[in-house]
């Protein structure tokens, strides 16, 4: 269904300054530097800056129709572009989520929603390839998983048959929102790890959060949890709110179980047994992290009605989001774990632990965790530990939180020669060029604001 100027107008009580309210509204935008010919430009509001300000370079690189909130329209703009359909509203970020909402209802679709506090990413990539082995599917692009993100790839819904969402949160009633705009007829939960400990203070804390998805979960839907994370599986045992759980694990028994690992620095293959069946699954992408992904791909094609044939296909040929365990080879022999999106000790440790698996001398290359509150210190050494246990050759550290990473690999015993330590990125990219040797398998991970894909940037340029 198609989202008119009208429907902004009855829905979020907006107010039609000019223009024709029958203009279909696509193609919405939040970047005034951004906007094509066309566009529906979205001046969104937030803590610093009032995006509807920009409202004449939007006009300028041919938006359409706008959104805009607190701003009074010039009156020779008005003139000048007086076939552009300008609306007004309270809340540009609430009106995003009502026309959000509005479309979800009003369309067949079906939806996914993934939830957790690590593999979110790349669980959505993996289920999206199994679901397009059938069907017509649209999946979040990037990091548009949070209140503004999940209601605009909800807005870009055309005529695909299931929509797969990442849902993401960090405090208290920000999953309610999403799940009850999203609606999901299948939740997806991960795991509960350490991610925003810092603001909600426990991994039960988290666990509760996270399950604010059940909210908007419909009611003849279906929960799919990693049976293997502790407090899920705990949860699972004592809680009978959904009526139907479907489990998936390696360790403890499940629905879906992978048995007959193998990994290997390509990818992994496992045997799962479905209905009395034996099928062997083939992952591209190594780490025992990824076997958990494809296991719960398989659960959530099954639930589709997806033959397990096509859901090996959609599992083979999957792509990860650029940033979450990308590998590169470059052309100096350096082989690249591009994890630089975001971290958290769970994701840290995972990655550790693939790198270890690897060939030729393994560095690691970390740097701050963030949001992790009085949990910093503890949380950090932690990964310092796991650097020390799984024999990581070279350890380098960026930044004041990751300091501790480095304390605790010397308390482990990790050779103090082979651990570094540096204030910014600068100085430890220059250290980096000259220890750096062909054949050598190097791990770049920070949480995303400390902007780690420039030190990948500069490895990938050596030659």
Partial sequence: MDIKVKDFIKICNGKLICGNE?????????????????DTYLGIKGENINGSIFYKQALENGAEILILQDIEIEKDILKKYKDVSI?????????????????????????????????????????????????????????????IGLPLTILKLKDEEIMVLEMGMSAFGEMSILTNIAKPDVAVIT????????????????????????????????????????????????EKIVENIKTYGINEKSDYMAYNIKLNENGSNYNIN???????????????????????????????????????????????????????????GVLIINDCYNASYDSMKAAIEYLSTLQGRKIAILGDMLELGNFSEQLHKKVGYEVAINKIDILICIGEEAKNIAI??????????????FNNKEEAINFIKNILKSGDSILVKASNSMRFDEITNKIVELK
């Fill in 274 to 332: 479905i209905s009395n069946e034996t099928y062997e699954i083939t992952v591209p992408v190594s780490g025992e992290h990824f076997v958990y992904n494809s296991l719960c791909a398989i659960a959530v094609g099954l639930y589709f009605n997806i033959k397990m044939s096509d859901i090996i296909i959609g599992i083979s040929n999957f792509s990860l989001t650029k940033k979450r365990m990308e590998i590169i080879k470059t052309k100096f």
């Fill in 22 to 38: 029958d203009k279909v509204c696509d193609n919405f935008c939040k970047d005034s530097r951004e906007v094509k010919k066309g």
């Fill in 191 to 238: 795991n509960i790890g350490t991610s925003h400990i810092g603001i909600l203070g426990s991994r039960e804390n988290i666990l509760k959060a996270k399950l604010e998805i059940l909210e908007g979960l419909n009611k003849s839907g279906e929960l799919i949890i990693n049976n293997d994370n502790d407090l899920l599986h705990e949860w699972a045992k004592n």
């Fill in 408 to 421: 605790e690999a010397i308390e482990q015993k990790m050779d103090k020669d082979n651990i570094y330590q």
């Fill in 87 to 147: 609306i007004i509203v309270d809340n540009v970020i609430k009106a995003i989520q009502n026309m959000a909402k509005y479309k979800r209802e009003n369309s067949n679709v079906k939806v996914v929603g993934i939830t957790g506090s690590v593999g979110k990413t790349s669980t959505k990539d993996i289920i999206a390839n199994v679901l397009s082995q059938k069907y017509k599917v649209l999946k979040t692009e990037g990091n548009y998983n949070n209140e």
